[in-house]
T-cell receptor, first 113, second 112 residues
Framework: GAVVSQHPSWVICKSGTSVKIECRSL??????MFWYRQFPKQSLMLMAT?????????EQGVEKDKFLINHASLTLSTLTVTSAHPEDSSFYIC?????????FGQGTRLTVV | AQTVTQSQPEMSVQEAETVTLSCTYD???????LFWYKQPPSRQMILVIR??????QNATENRFSVNFQKAAKSFSLKISDSQLGDAAMYFC?????????FGKGTRLHILP
């Protein structure tokens, strides 16, 4: 099956710094990718839709200046958490669709200290 | 707006027994997809089963089957012959177009 790879799996950063998370579709091209945030014991909340070659579309309540998304190629989308704070600590998951099925990355656990 | 509701935060089932997880959804659309995803402790999302709304026949995948009631907007998952490896969070999800909306999830415990 199709594979979506997310990197890093976990990252610890200091408050005020920025951290970048990569999402790659390894064996198919994805013009659209999705970024989710998952708090402990909660569901996946869609943050934004990443569109290749154009601006991302953010869900209501998501700060686009805080969560910068770049989709520069058909196989790579990046999420940069800027000026991270402890409340940004969470599990971030990306996905990409191929036909009718969504494929998910392994997720990234971000801890801001 | 589309919503997905899972009313059972947690469920337990004896190994080898059958369990049904409930899901209801709200939509005004007629063409959409429904899914059940499994999230084990590794947190990797795994597709369990998929149902196209235009298909009346309930989807089945080995020990997993669904009861899809379109008029009632209900989409339950039945797991037969439960195994220890089935222990996980299960998310019901709705998709129309590209976006997927997830329910809050049901944590399934398998009792040995």
């Amino acid at each position: 099956g199709a594979v979506v790879s997310q990197h890093p799996s976990w990252v610890i950063c200091k408050s005020g710094t920025s951290v970048k998370i990569e999402c790659r579709s390894l064996d198919f091209q994805a013009t659209t990718m999705f970024w989710y945030r998952q708090f402990p014991k909660q569901s996946l909340m869609l943050m934004a839709t990443s569109n290749e070659g154009s601006k991302a579309t953010y869900e209501q309540g998501v700060e686009k200046d805080k969560f910068l998304i770049n989709h520069a190629s058909l196989t790579l989308s990046t999420l940069t958490v800027t000026s991270a704070h402890p409340e940004d600590s969470s599990f971030y998951i990306c996905s990409a669709n191929r036909a009718t099925e969504a494929f998910f990355g392994q997720g990234t656990r971000l801890t801001v200290v | 707006a589309q919503t997905v509701t899972q009313s059972q935060p947690e469920m337990s089932v004896q190994e080898a027994e059958t369990v049904t997880l409930s899901c209801t959804y709200d939509t005004s659309e007629s063409d959409y997809y429904l899914f059940w995803y499994k999230q084990p402790p590794s947190r990797q999302m795994i597709l369990v089963i998929r149902q196209e709304a235009y298909k009346q026949q309930n989807a089945t995948e080995n020990r997993f089957s669904v009861n899809f009631q379109k008029a009632a907007k209900s989409f339950s998952l039945k797991i037969s012959d439960s195994q220890l490896g089935d222990a996980a969070m299960y998310f019901c999800a709705y998709r129309r177009g590209d976006k997927i909306i997830f329910g809050k999830g049901t944590r399934l415990h398998i009792l040995p």
